[in-house]
T-cell receptor
Framework: NAGVTQTPKFQVLKTGQSMTLQCAQD?????MSWYRQDPGMGLRLIHY???????DQGEVPNGYNVSRSTTEDFPLRLLSAAPSQTSVYFC?????????????FGAGSRLTVL | GQSLEQPSEVTAVEGAIVQINCTYQ??????LSWYQQHDGGAPTFLSY????GLEETGRFSSFLSRSDSYGYLLLQELQMKDSASYFC???????????FGAGTRLAVHP
């Protein structure tokens, strides 16, 4: 049981480049989300999805796109990377209404934009 | 919108008890959660309070007062391995769309 798997673990981009952070879960969770974590700012919600074909914006969605074509996968796309997007990105998933607000997080993807 | 406030840093010694407070503002309340994150690691779920009162899980307890929009995480018999960041979080609307506080960094010293 792999849980939530994120790839890549580390990535360096140049300003203006595009890339996709991958997230896959094998727990049949309906809900998936992406957070970014910056020093002193905790975890900020970028986008989330409540099921295949359904996505919505979180607190800081600008500069990021998502799609959810399957229950298992929830990729995060940066169309034109900016230095302000240097951060650690976490994908998380859960059952839709787990009651106890339990999210399972991936190990994170550290992105540096030069 | 939602906002959460918690202290940025707390220091304690091994064997002691420490309390990490969290105050929140939210439109609609669906419970207060706590997560632990070690340096370089992923956040992991610790505790949840949906109703007022104390929830205990081993050395960790969490308390909620909905009338005061306040909760805390209590860590007893502190160990070096408890050195980590602790985040409180509230659910924003349906599903598990969680909004997190900025985190409290706990340093446990011998």
């Amino acid at each position: 049981n792999a849980g939530v798997t994120q790839t890549p673990k580390f990535q360096v981009l140049k300003t203006g480049q595009s890339m996709t952070l991958q997230c896959a879960q094998d727990m049949n969770h309906e809900y998936m989300s992406w957070y970014r974590q910056d020093p002193g700012m905790g975890l900020r919600l970028i986008h989330y999805s409540v099921g295949a074909g359904i996505t919505d914006q979180g607190e800081v969605p600008n500069g990021y796109n998502v799609s959810r074509s399957t229950t298992e996968d929830f990729p995060l796309r940066l169309l034109s990377a900016a230095p302000s997007q240097t951060s650690v990105y976490f994908c998380a998933s859960s059952y839709s209404n787990s009651g106890a607000n339990v999210l399972t997080f991936g190990a994170g993807s550290r992105l540096t934009v030069l | 919108g939602q906002s959460l406030e918690q202290p940025s840093e707390v220091t304690a010694v091994e064997g002691a008890i420490v309390q990490i407070n969290c105050t929140y503002q939210t439109s609609g309340f669906y419970g207060l959660s706590w997560y632990q994150q070690h340096d370089g690691g992923a956040p992991t779920f610790l505790s949840y309070n949906g109703l007022d009162g104390l929830e205990e899980t081993g050395r960790f307890s969490s308390f909620l007062s909905r009338s005061d929009s306040y909760g805390y995480l209590l860590l007893q018999e502190l160990q070096m391995k408890d050195s980590a960041s602790y985040f409180c979080a509230v659910r924003s609307g349906g599903y598990n769309k969680l909004i997190f506080g900025a985190g409290t960094r706990l340093a446990v010293h011998p």
